[in-house]
């Protein structure tokens, strides 16, 4: 029996010696994968740092920037050189490696000329060859090869992750024998012991009886003691186990965190360039036609408040995809609203297309914003008339499930449709499949951010060739729910009345802005005191107090400023003025969501129209302190 006993745990403990050998190794797989699928994505985002250097460096002949191009393209030679060691013993990402190498040497001998001819100045030629260089074919050829290594590398990823999983099963399955096999050993031992003693104790009945119980007693407790061992051995074991897979599957999430922050970069860069350049240029031309032509410069001046108005929306659309923007919801009967709003949608995608509405949904209400709803619809219009190449038929759907708790708004197209790999993707940000200049890549996410802030959901089915659905599964509003009145945009009641004005300290440490927001609340009609600094706050309320005056009816102030934040400078305020009147104004997107420093006090977001600073002064003017009340030292 000793013997067969030896045998079997010679054999248990080879087997959990190669299920933890193959598991370690499994896990080597798995990071080697991820790493490969990191690296070429650093490879990727140095290649494009390197290009957009050297075409700054192209444009402006400025030698740090050549300096970046060259750094930054050391730095993509350096990630090659990793790649490469990493997939030596794949011999297909290997051949993959050897044709991105071929393909980097030929885009970096394009590219060098360029910086060369920039580095003697010679700006038509540098731009020429940039220029060239940037409709090369091998551009395409780079990005084909680096998404053919990740994917390559990501199938790779899912056996691994595969393989892993079995030999963590059977090392599982080894431990739990080997436990077994403890046990059934410490049963056997407590056995023989007890027929031993017992033979012992007939024999010795009298001598031998306390010696016998003591010595069953200490071999019990080895017994236990060994099996407390093993137990905290594999508690170990499997803590370490879960450490390890923690630290591997932050590694991945980390490297899809990166990707996205590289398209959202990108697209916010390339949107907000383009408003800018609206807002920048016409306020130039306004500038040299106000004197001699003043409605021309009425003209650029609407431009660029447009732009502005564009650039504001964007941040809206981005923090609202984000959840860190709130929506205004309201009571919206949906057929009505989809009604009233087709005559918009027909005038975007043409008289080729045919909009056909078939409502369903009489008399249902939904919970939403309205104004997002009208733009989620629109987006999806818009989508589905280039799908369809500006010709076919729109149909745009309401269903009721017949219990009056959701209903389905679809809009379906006859386009072309996509394929799976586009609508594995479809809600991600910035990623489109429109030319460079037709499209931000934000629709799809923005109606996705839409339905769950709404509390729905959104569903894709396409078909390539035939066409399109996208269906928003929106609540029913319980009865009873009433809509939010607001003051239409637009809407000033004019400068306030002697009666109404207030006494007003803005403190804001941008001298730009603090101008700018001193000249719109005194076009309000209220009395202004600028201050720049937060520190000298607290002194111009004293100063103001010392004059005979009866202190400021508000404080309105920046959030995020330097050696002072705001909410740190009222919290200072109110320990000597607790009735002060407080208007937070800010332009962080983080601000909003942070109520425990704003206190009770409203928050008024950048960029804001007149309309908005004056429905935000009055909303506080309506809480200030009586005459007797106001601040007093």
Same mark, same amino acid.
């Given at each position: 029996?000793?013997?067969? +006993?030896?045998?079997?745990?010679?054999?248990?403990?080879?087997?959990?010696?190669?299920?933890?050998?193959?598991?370690?190794?499994?896990?080597?797989?798995?990071?080697?994968?991820?790493?490969?699928?990191?690296?070429?994505?650093?490879?990727?985002?140095?290649?494009?740092?390197?290009?957009?250097?050297?075409?700054?460096?192209?444009?402006?002949?400025?030698?740090?920037?050549?300096?970046?191009?060259?750094?930054?393209?050391?730095?993509?030679?350096?990630?090659?050189?990793?790649?490469?060691?990493?997939?030596?013993?794949?011999?297909?990402?290997?051949?993959?490696?050897?044709?991105?190498?071929?393909?980097?040497?030929?885009?970096?001998?394009?590219?060098?000329?360029?910086?060369?001819?920039?580095?003697?100045?010679?700006?038509?030629?540098?731009?020429?060859?940039?220029?060239?260089?940037?409709?090369?074919?091998?551009?395409?050829?780079?990005?084909? +090869?680096?998404?053919?290594?990740?994917?390559?590398?990501?199938?790779?990823?899912?056996?691994?992750?595969?393989?892993?999983?079995?030999?963590?099963?059977?090392?599982?399955?080894?431990?739990?024998?080997?436990?077994?096999?403890?046990?059934?050993?410490?049963?056997?031992?407590?056995?023989?012991?007890?027929?031993?003693?017992?033979?012992?104790?007939?024999?010795?009945?009298?001598?031998?009886?306390?010696?016998?119980?003591?010595?069953?007693?200490?071999?019990?407790?080895?017994?236990?003691?060994?099996?407390?061992?093993?137990?905290?051995?594999?508690?170990?074991?499997?803590?370490?186990?879960?450490?390890?897979?923690?630290?591997?599957?932050?590694?991945?999430?980390?490297?899809?965190?990166?990707?996205?922050?590289?398209?959202?970069?990108?697209?916010?860069?390339?949107?907000?360039?383009?408003?800018?350049?609206?807002?920048?240029?016409?306020?130039?031309?306004?500038?040299?036609?106000?004197?001699?032509?003043?409605?021309?410069?009425?003209?650029?001046?609407?431009?660029?408040?447009?732009?502005?108005?564009?650039?504001?929306?964007?941040?809206?659309?981005?923090?609202?995809?984000?959840?860190?923007?709130?929506?205004?919801?309201?009571?919206?009967?949906?057929?009505?609203?989809?009604?009233?709003?087709?005559?918009?949608?027909?005038?975007?995608?043409?008289?080729?297309?045919?909009?056909?509405?078939?409502?369903?949904?009489?008399?249902?209400?939904?919970?939403?914003?309205?104004?997002?709803?009208?733009?989620?619809?629109?987006?999806?219009?818009?989508?589905?008339?280039?799908?369809?190449?500006?010709?076919?038929?729109?149909?745009?759907?309401?269903?009721?499930?017949?219990?009056?708790?959701?209903?389905?708004?679809?809009?379906?197209?006859?386009?072309?449709?996509?394929?799976?790999?586009?609508?594995?993707?479809?809600?991600?940000?910035?990623?489109?499949?429109?030319?460079?200049?037709?499209?931000?890549?934000?629709?799809?996410?923005?109606?996705?951010?839409?339905?769950?802030?709404?509390?729905?959901?959104?569903?894709?089915?396409?078909?390539?060739?035939?066409?399109?659905?996208?269906?928003?599964?929106?609540?029913?509003?319980?009865?009873?729910?009433?809509?939010?009145?607001?003051?239409?945009?637009?809407?000033?009641?004019?400068?306030?009345?002697?009666?109404?004005?207030?006494?007003?300290?803005?403190?804001?440490?941008?001298?730009?802005?603090?101008?700018?927001?001193?000249?719109?609340?005194?076009?309000?009609?209220?009395?202004?005191?600028?201050?720049?600094?937060?520190?000298?706050?607290?002194?111009?309320?004293?100063?103001?107090?010392?004059?005979?005056?009866?202190?400021?009816?508000?404080?309105?102030?920046?959030?995020?400023?330097?050696?002072?934040?705001?909410?740190?400078?009222?919290?200072?305020?109110?320990?000597?003025?607790?009735?002060?009147?407080?208007?937070?104004?800010?332009?962080?997107?983080?601000?909003?969501?942070?109520?425990?420093?704003?206190?009770?006090?409203?928050?008024?977001?950048?960029?804001?129209? +007149?309309?908005?600073?004056?429905?935000?002064?009055?909303?506080?003017?309506?809480?200030?302190?009586?005459?007797?009340?106001?601040?007093?030292?």
């Amino acid at each position: 029996m000793a013997t067969v +006993l030896t045998g079997v745990v010679a054999a248990l403990v080879l087997l959990l010696a190669r299920a933890n050998d193959n598991y370690d190794r499994s896990l080597g797989w798995q990071t080697q994968s991820m790493e490969v699928i990191s690296q070429t994505r650093s490879l990727d985002a140095a290649l494009a740092r390197a290009e957009a250097a050297l075409g700054r460096f192209a444009v402006g002949l400025q030698k740090e920037d050549g300096r970046v191009f060259e750094q930054q393209w050391g730095i993509a030679r350096q990630y090659l050189a990793l790649l490469k060691r990493n997939v030596r013993d794949n011999s297909a990402q290997a051949e993959l490696v050897d044709e991105l190498t071929t393909e980097m040497d030929r885009r970096g001998s394009q590219l060098g000329d360029a910086a060369l001819s920039a580095n003697y100045n010679q700006t038509v030629a540098a731009i020429s060859k940039y220029h060239a260089a940037g409709h090369d074919a091998g551009l395409g050829r780079i990005d084909k +090869l680096l998404t053919r290594i990740i994917g390559n590398e990501r199938t790779l990823l899912r056996e691994r992750n595969r393989v892993a999983a079995s030999d963590r099963a059977s090392l599982n399955q080894a431990l739990l024998l080997f436990s077994l096999l403890g046990a059934a050993a410490a049963v056997l031992a407590i056995g023989a012991t007890f027929s031993l003693v017992r033979a012992e104790a007939e024999r010795r009945v009298a001598r031998l009886d306390q010696a016998a119980e003591s010595d069953r007693a200490m071999q019990l407790k080895e017994a236990v003691d060994a099996r407390t061992a093993e137990l905290a051995d594999a508690n170990i074991a499997l803590r370490n186990e879960m450490t390890e897979r923690e630290a591997a599957e932050a590694q991945l999430r980390q490297a899809q965190k990166m990707e996205a922050v590289g398209q959202l970069t990108g697209g916010i860069a390339h949107d907000f360039n383009n408003m800018l350049a609206v807002v920048v240029g016409g306020l130039e031309l306004a500038q040299r036609w106000l004197p001699g032509t003043p409605e021309k410069a009425q003209r650029h001046l609407t431009n660029a408040l447009d732009g502005a108005n564009r650039a504001a929306d964007l941040t809206r659309r981005l923090l609202t995809f984000a959840r860190s923007e709130p929506a205004r919801p309201e009571i919206t009967v949906v057929d009505e609203c989809i009604a009233s709003f087709a005559e918009l949608i027909e005038r975007t995608i043409g008289d080729r297309i045919a909009l056909t509405l078939d409502l369903q949904a009489e008399g249902l209400a939904c919970w939403l914003d309205r104004q997002q709803f009208e733009n989620a619809l629109l987006n999806l219009a818009v989508n589905a008339r280039d799908a369809m190449n500006g010709h076919g038929s729109l149909t745009i759907q309401t269903i009721d499930d017949g219990e009056d708790k959701a209903l389905a708004v679809q809009v379906i197209d006859t386009g072309c449709g996509m394929s799976p790999e586009v609508l594995e993707r479809v809600f991600d940000p910035f990623y489109t499949t429109k030319p460079a200049g037709q499209g931000t890549g934000l629709g799809m996410s923005q109606v996705f951010a839409f339905c769950r802030q709404s509390g729905g959901e959104v569903q894709v089915s396409s078909t390539e060739g035939e066409g399109t659905s996208v269906a928003m599964l929106l609540p029913v509003a319980k009865p009873g729910l009433d809509a939010a009145t607001e003051t239409a945009p637009g809407d000033v009641d004019g400068p306030a009345s002697p009666a109404d004005a207030l006494s007003i300290l803005v403190v804001e440490d941008d001298e730009r802005v603090l101008a700018a927001t001193v000249d719109a609340v005194s076009e309000l009609g209220h009395t202004v005191v600028a201050c720049g600094n937060p520190l000298e706050a607290e002194a111009l309320v004293e100063g103001r107090i010392a004059e005979g005056g009866s202190g400021f009816d508000l404080i309105l102030s920046d959030v995020l400023m330097p050696d002072l934040t705001g909410p740190e400078m009222v919290a200072q305020l109110k320990q000597r003025w607790p009735e002060l009147s407080v208007l937070f104004v800010t332009g962080y997107a983080g601000d909003a969501g942070e109520v425990a420093a704003f206190g009770d006090h409203d928050v008024l977001r950048k960029p804001f129209t +007149l309309t908005a600073l004056d429905q935000a002064i009055r909303r506080c003017g309506d809480t200030r302190p009586t005459e007797g009340q106001r601040l007093a030292s």
